[in-house]
């Protein structure tokens, strides 16, 4: 429920971090703007020069990857040779231990039709019969010694396949622990490109303040939102004061208030594609889709991106002073245009579930600044930050505004 440029304050921090926007709180003037496009332009050259140097560490992780599989697979095969001829040596070792036992049985000499007895009992003399029964003795010692040996071999091979098997399980670890790393540069590069649009949208924005201001005659190092009010009041354009909230729909529920680092309300209703009016008479400061096009941000969180958040930012005057009120996950639009004067019954869109979100609903924020052309960065625009509850009751659910 939260969307990309609009979203908690536990991914505002890590986002607010990589990208180092300034910390200040206060208006800006046109000095501090034309600034901050330079310091934003030199952050995006950065981060793009921290991609590369991920990208190449992740090749190389790979690769390192690719060389352990290798060795594992080697080591499976060892392992598997190893265990077949520990089989076929078991099998040898039976056999022979039979035939050890078997010297009255049919144990072929040379022909293969003499038993031993037959050999040893088949002599002409004593001298021939003692002959034969030391014949018959070394080849019982000869099994013997082929068994001791089939033994020893059994036990080297089953003592190399213990250590092929640990060789094994390092290996593992150590492809695991490469994924980890790998894992870990690849969310940081999501995390840098992620970053990079809204770092774009910003130079974009400071540089549109610049030339809007200017338009304005605001001066170099005069406070803009003063500026501004000082040109509004003199044309006779200025808004009027609004001194009550209304809730943006009709009829609904709250799903989420301002708690546990969440920057607005989410609201939803039965109608999942309920019109969506100001909150008070003002003007379209606004209308933009966020950079939430990739799910690294929502996914990380339980949530998955399906598009861009379409947003409508109105601008009141409240007792003298602007505050900003945003709608996010807007279905669609409504006639709406920048500039455009709404009331409070204007319809500026339709209830949605555009950008990182779960399900249809309305993400409501507002602000005594904003970052695109309202006299802010977006830094200060998320440390100022007002409680939608603070201006507008909301009950558990409500029938009418």
Same mark, same amino acid.
Request: hydrophobic letters at 30%; charged letters at 25%; aromatic letters at 8%.
């Given at each position: @429920?939260?969307?990309?440029?609009?979203?908690?304050?536990?991914?505002?921090?890590?986002?607010?971090?990589?990208?180092?926007?300034?910390?200040?709180?206060?208006?800006?003037?046109?000095?501090?703007?034309?600034?901050?496009?330079?310091?934003?332009?030199?952050?995006?050259?950065?981060?793009?020069?921290?991609?590369?140097? $991920?990208?190449?560490?992740?090749?190389?992780?790979?690769?390192?990857?690719?060389?352990?599989?290798?060795?594992?697979?080697?080591?499976?095969?060892?392992?598997?040779?190893?265990? =077949?001829?520990?089989?076929?040596?078991?099998?040898?070792?039976?056999?022979?231990?039979?035939?050890?036992?078997?010297?009255?049985?049919?144990?072929?000499?040379?022909?293969?039709?003499?038993?031993?007895?037959?050999?040893?009992?088949?002599?002409?003399?004593?001298?021939?019969?003692?002959?034969?029964?030391?014949?018959?003795?070394?080849?019982?010692?000869?099994?013997?010694?082929?068994? +001791?040996?089939?033994?020893?071999?059994?036990? =080297?091979?089953?003592?190399?396949?213990?250590?092929?098997?640990?060789?094994?399980?390092?290996?593992?670890?150590?492809?695991?622990?490469?994924?980890?790393?790998?894992?870990?540069?690849?969310?940081?590069?999501?995390?840098?490109?992620?970053? @990079? &649009?809204?770092?774009?949208?910003?130079?974009?924005?400071? =540089?549109?303040?610049?030339?809007?201001?200017?338009?304005?005659?605001?001066?170099?190092?005069?406070?803009?939102?003063?500026?501004?009010?000082?040109?509004?009041?003199?044309?006779?354009?200025?808004? &009027?004061?609004?001194?009550?909230?209304?809730? &943006?729909?009709?009829?609904?529920?709250?799903?989420?208030?301002?708690?546990?680092?969440?920057?607005?309300?989410?609201?939803?209703?039965? $109608?999942? $594609?309920?019109?969506?009016? &100001?909150?008070?008479?003002?003007?379209?400061?606004?209308?933009? +889709?966020?950079?939430?096009?990739?799910?690294?941000?929502?996914?990380?969180?339980?949530?998955?991106?399906?598009?861009?958040?379409?947003?409508?930012?109105?601008?009141?005057?409240?007792?003298?002073?602007?505050?900003?009120?945003?709608?996010?996950?807007?279905?669609?639009?409504?006639? %709406?245009?920048?500039?455009?004067? %709404?009331?409070?019954?204007? %319809?500026?869109?339709?209830?949605?579930?555009?950008?990182?979100?779960?399900?249809?609903?309305?993400?409501?924020?507002?602000?005594?600044?904003?970052?695109?052309?309202?006299?802010?960065?977006?830094?200060?625009?998320? $440390?100022?930050?007002?409680?939608?509850?603070?201006?507008?009751?909301?009950?558990?659910?409500?029938?009418?505004?």
């Amino acid at each position: @429920m939260k969307n990309r440029l609009l979203i908690g304050a536990s991914i505002i921090v890590t986002l607010v971090a990589s990208v180092a926007l300034p910390a200040d709180t206060s208006a800006k003037t046109i000095q501090e703007f034309e600034a901050e496009v330079s310091r934003y332009t030199q952050e995006l050259e950065t981060k793009k020069a921290n991609l590369a140097k $991920n990208e190449a560490e992740v090749q190389e992780i790979i690769k390192k990857i690719n060389e352990i599989e290798g060795q594992i697979e080697a080591a499976e095969t060892e392992i598997e040779t190893l265990q =077949k001829e520990i089989e076929e040596s078991e099998a040898e070792i039976k056999r022979k231990s039979e035939e050890s036992k078997s010297i009255i049985s049919y144990y072929q000499v040379s022909n293969g039709e003499n038993s031993y007895l037959e050999y040893a009992f088949g002599a002409t003399d004593i001298t021939d019969m003692v002959y034969r029964l030391s014949i018959v003795e070394q080849l019982t010692e000869y099994n013997d010694n082929i068994m +001791t040996e089939l033994e020893q071999l059994i036990k =080297k091979n089953q003592e190399k396949q213990k250590e092929l098997a640990q060789k094994e399980e390092e290996l593992k670890g150590l492809k695991s622990e490469l994924k980890t790393e790998q894992a870990r540069i690849e969310a940081d590069s999501a995390s840098i490109r992620e970053s @990079m &649009p809204s770092i774009q949208d910003q130079i974009s924005s400071a =540089k549109e303040s610049v030339r809007y201001y200017k338009s304005l005659g605001c001066g170099a190092s005069e406070d803009i939102q003063k500026c501004e009010y000082r040109v509004s009041q003199a044309s006779g354009s200025s808004l &009027p004061s609004v001194g009550f909230f209304s809730r &943006p729909i009709d009829y609904g529920y709250v799903v989420r208030g301002m708690w546990g680092g969440h920057m607005g309300y989410d609201l939803s209703s039965g $109608n999942k $594609n309920i019109a969506i009016h &100001p909150i008070a008479a003002g003007v379209v400061h606004a209308i933009y +889709t966020d950079a939430c096009t990739t799910s690294y941000w929502c996914s990380s969180m339980g949530y998955w991106c399906n598009g861009n958040a379409k947003i409508v930012v109105v601008k009141h005057n409240y007792n003298g002073s602007y505050i900003y009120s945003s709608y996010v996950h807007l279905s669609s639009y409504g006639n %709406v245009w920048v500039g455009q004067y %709404v009331s409070k019954d204007s %319809v500026i869109g339709y209830m949605g579930t555009t950008g990182c979100s779960t399900g249809e609903h309305l993400h409501l924020e507002i602000a005594n600044c904003h970052w695109k052309n309202g006299g802010c960065s977006y830094n200060a625009y998320t $440390n100022r930050l007002i409680n939608p509850g603070n201006l507008i009751n909301f009950p558990g659910s409500w029938s009418n505004r």
